[in-house]
């Protein structure tokens, strides 16, 4: 009996211990990882959300600058890290999903990650110049079609999301068009600006900048986007093709989920403000508010479509 009573106060206040100390997190400053280059978008939108974090957190975020092989050396090292909700990472979908598939020394696995958030995600479209002979995408497609392998279309890099809409795209068409690959957006635009690719994977906050310079001929989202409610997206032209980039924040898989619970009220609280919604739309991002339940199984749907395309295609 003696013993009996002893197992269950060790149980009692092991419990109230674990309570406490889920209660008090956190103690300490959160390191916020940054994927890429110091300036670029996610630096942007993680300094944007740095003040709102840190007052309902009561805590620093530590900025962390981890850039190269397109996010890859950031998400490796992120599942190095102790998997107890003092470090998080900026993650990018297709990005996470795609690396490890293609490529052996991605340094991770996607289920490494364990998504607290999406806040937003950004579609892409087809875009040519002004002065293209392409008016519509059935112009595109009827050329693609009558002239395999001519038609040269630009994207931000290999297995990215342009590159992935792109081989989804040409399967749909039925007929080869050739990707060309940049290291960015950046490069991306300026090829297509230059009269060095035909077409061009664009991101709605990437054509919008260019204004009458570039004419955008279907957006791959599932609703008209509300920069552009007149264009057409690809499912309404008879194609099934969603893509875009979506933007959020992960933690090491094995971070409790009380924890992943409090970062994720923290972001939801950021995400659901109106006034970042308003001035998202008016870049051509869509804001979102996705949980970690939703957002793992968005990206285990991913892996699911996904992955029959990359082993045919790397």
């Known amino acids: 009996m003696k013993k009996s009573l002893i197992a269950i106060g060790v149980f009692l206040s092991g419990t109230l211990l674990s309570g406490i100390a889920s209660a008090e997190y956190p103690e300490r400053d959160i390191t916020y990882q940054i994927t890429f280059a110091p300036g670029g978008g996610s630096d942007i939108r993680a300094r944007a959300q740095q003040p709102h974090l840190e007052e309902d957190l009561g805590v620093k975020m530590q900025m962390q600058y981890k850039p190269g092989g397109g996010g890859s050396l950031g998400w490796s090292n992120m599942a190095k890290q102790k998997a107890d909700g003092y470090f998080m990472t900026g993650i990018n979908i297709p990005h996470i999903v795609l690396q490890p598939l293609a490529r052996d020394n991605a340094g991770y696995k996607t289920e490494d990650i364990k998504p607290v958030v999406l806040f937003q995600h950004i579609p892409f479209g087809i875009t040519v110049l002004a002065d293209s002979p392409f008016q519509t995408l059935d112009d595109l497609v009827t050329f693609a079609r009558e002239n395999p392998g001519k ?5 931000s890099g ?6 992935i809409a792109h081989l989804q795209f040409e399967k749909l068409v039925g007929s080869k068009m050739t990707y060309i690959p940049h290291k960015g957006g950046k490069p991306k635009q300026t090829a297509l600006l230059g009269g060095h690719t035909m077409a061009s994977w664009f991101g709605t906050s990437e054509w919008l900048p260019h204004g009458e310079k570039v004419r955008t001929l279907a957006v791959a989202s599932a609703e008209p986007v509300a920069t552009n409610p007149d264009l057409p997206t690809f499912k309404s032209l008879g194609f099934d093709l969603l893509s875009a980039v979506y933007h959020g924040v992960g933690v090491p898989k094995d971070t409790p989920d009380d924890i992943v619970a409090r970062l994720q009220s923290a972001f939801l609280k950021v995400a659901n403000d109106p006034a970042t919604h308003e001035l998202k739309l008016k ?3 869509v804001p979102l508010a996705m ?3 939703e957002a793992q199984a968005l990206i285990n749907q991913r892996v699911i479509d996904w992955t029959p395309i990359v082993e045919e295609f790397k």
């Open 151 to 155: 038609l040269t279309i630009g994207g």
């Open 158 to 163: 290999t297995w990215d999301a342009t590159h």
């Open 291 to 293: 949980p970690s339940a």
């Open 283 to 285: 870049s051509g991002i």
